[in-house]
């Protein structure tokens, strides 16, 4: 545990309000825990060890229980004087108290020190500030045993159990990604716990280890380029040990407590160029054979960017949207918590493992490249990945349609989306509750266009695939750096002609019989390299101002 950070142990005769005295002593972070809670160190270092600005409670995950997670947030929880309308977890009795809104804390804990309500202190401090509309991140348990409660036989047991653990064992087994897809969490994960397992010993870094996974996906897509079935296949093994290498960064992250927001880009973009590279080096390697795959290699790109907008778009959205909700304050003593439970049914195991099937992650995209690539070659997999990825496109877009036709006909309450449309002089979505999709809209018009003016000049090739890819590699870029509420630079922009800029420009050098390399170098050099570094040198500077 973070030594530097305090901690109040609380039994059932502390009160609120000498939480609130240990809050004003010192202006830290505090850590509350039951004097009845037993929990083993890795889990108390989920609140400890990594980097948090808001409070955060320990949960356990648990069917009517007595606190409600939503969002990864604590949306509503119990005490002797207070109920839940729905619960899905259980709090366990540890609750972090971020520095960062103490005032508001203090403030909030002392008016409801001045009801009197009965229960434990811990729990009343938790309803008292998930009331209030305080952020406090709900953050699950698992891994190892755990008790809360006043058997202290039982108690004795839970801590014998714990300390016959191995907690070097214990903390790798948590080091999961949350939401992972099937073929991830059943086949990817198995092997790679044995590189983190590694990386801890020699110790490597997380960046480290994604651009070690990175050099693996570009060789792989050098071996595919080659055409020939021994180096495909040797392409399709190396992309598979590739992505089992890029689980391992987030592992040796949560594992070792070291995140950053580079790591996060550096981990996005790399997992984007080596897949749209990996379909480069299949349409060339089956050009070497005399086959032009190019088209449907550029609209594989395209389908794939597409879905990567929305899908992050609307997951985004729908956060953004039920947050607001969260931050409606409710009186500290009132019956109701303020919470209408949802109307969607709870899914069985096999109908949850076919719904992150049915989404196409990347593991199982990736799985089907390789698999496709060595039974029938580039043909083969040009034909299965589209046909899947319109299966899932149909059931996913279905859902997100759904679920936007019960979202009220207003405006996102943030700039998620204005920060990705490349266009000039506009500062206003054209949809409300849709919003999420125009980015999409915007790159695949941009696309087809220059798409179609590729075909008509027949110039459909090599340079033409790197010029859109550099292109889509802009746009995600700006998705990224939205999603962290983040705009690229004015210069950058300018620079990059906005969507009807590049799109003239393009047009008529094509159209004059100039050069296709011309754009081809300028919008790679702009949008991949001179973009990435603007935002990893940013991102220093803001780390050493810190």
């Known amino acids: ?74 949306a509503s929880a119990s005490s002797a004087s207070h109920k839940v309308t729905i619960g899905n977890r259980d709090f366990v009795g540890a609750l972090f108290l971020s520095r960062f809104n103490r005032i508001e804390i203090i403030e909030t804990l002392n008016k409801a020190a001045g009801y009197g309500a009965k229960g434990h202190a811990l729990d009343l401090a938790l309803v008292a500030l998930v009331r209030a509309a305080i952020r406090v991140d709900a953050v699950d348990i698992w891994g190892a045993p755990y008790s809360r409660n006043d058997d202290a036989k039982q108690r004795a047991e839970i801590k014998k159990e714990i300390d016959n653990l191995n907690i070097e064992r214990v903390r790798l087994s948590m080091v999961n990604r949350a939401n992972d897809g099937f073929f991830s969490v059943f086949f990817l994960r198995k092997f790679s716990k044995i590189l983190t397992w590694v990386a801890v010993r020699i110790g490597a870094t997380p960046n480290q280890v994604t651009l070690l996974s990175f050099a693996i996906g570009l060789y792989s897509a050098y071996s595919f380029s080659k055409g020939e079935f021994v180096t495909t296949l040797i392409g399709a093994l190396l992309l598979q040990l590739s992505i089992i290498v890029d689980c391992v960064d987030g592992e040796l992250a949560r594992y070792t407590r070291k995140f950053s927001s580079l790591g996060a880009w550096l981990d996005a973009v790399t997992d984007r160029v080596k897949e749209y590279l990996v379909f480069f080096g299949l349409a060339y390697g089956a050009a070497r054979e005399g086959k032009d795959l190019w088209l449907p290699a550029i609209l594989m790109m395209l389908i794939q ?26 009186e500290f003593m009132a019956e109701f918590d303020g919470i209408i439970p949802s109307e969607r049914l709870s899914k069985g195991r096999l109908r949850y493992w076919l719904g992150k099937i049915i989404q196409f992650p990347i593991g199982e ?57 490349d266009l000039l002089g506009i500062k206003k979505t054209l949809f409300t509750r849709s919003s999420w999709i125009e980015p999409s809209i915007w790159v695949a018009i941009e696309s087809f266009i220059l798409i179609s003016i590729f075909q008509s000049q027949g110039l459909m090739g090599a340079n033409t695939f790197l010029l859109l890819f550099a292109i889509l590699f802009h746009h995600y870029d ?11 630079p004015i210069w ?28 081809t170098w300028y919008f790679t050099l702009l949008f991949v390299f001179i973009a990435s570094g603007q935002w990893v040198l940013s991102h220093k500077q803001n780390k050493v101002s810190e």
């Open 1 to 74: 545990m973070n030594s530097a950070i305090r901690s109040l142990i609380v039994n059932e005769d502390t009160s609120l309000a000498q939480i609130v005295d240990e809050l004003n002593q010192r202006s830290g972070d505090l850590l509350l825990l039951d004097s009845r809670t037993v929990l083993a160190e890795p889990h108390i270092e989920l609140l400890t060890d990594y980097p948090r600005k808001a409070s955060a409670a320990l949960v356990a995950v648990q069917k009517n229980g007595d606190t409600l997670s939503r969002q990864n947030r604590v």
């Open 305 to 330: 960017t597409f879905r990567h907008l929305t899908d992050y778009n609307f997951a985004q959205s729908v956060k953004i949207r039920n947050e607001e909700l969260l931050k409606v304050p409710v």
């Open 492 to 519: 950058l922009q300018v620079a990059g002609l906005y969507l009807g800029g590049r799109v003239l420009v393009i047009g008529i050098l094509l159209i004059l019989g100039l050069a296709e390399a011309i754009p």
């Open 365 to 421: 995209r990736w799985l089907v490249i390789s698999a496709t690539a060595v039974m029938g070659g580039a043909t083969f997999t040009f034909t299965a990945m589209p046909i899947l990825a319109l299966i899932s496109a149909i059931v996913v877009y279905r859902g997100q349609i759904i679920r936007t036709g019960k979202m009220e006909r207003t405006r996102l309450p943030s700039n998620l989306i204005i920060n990705q449309l």
């Open 478 to 488: 700006s998705l990224y750096r939205a999603l962290q509420n983040e705009k690229k």
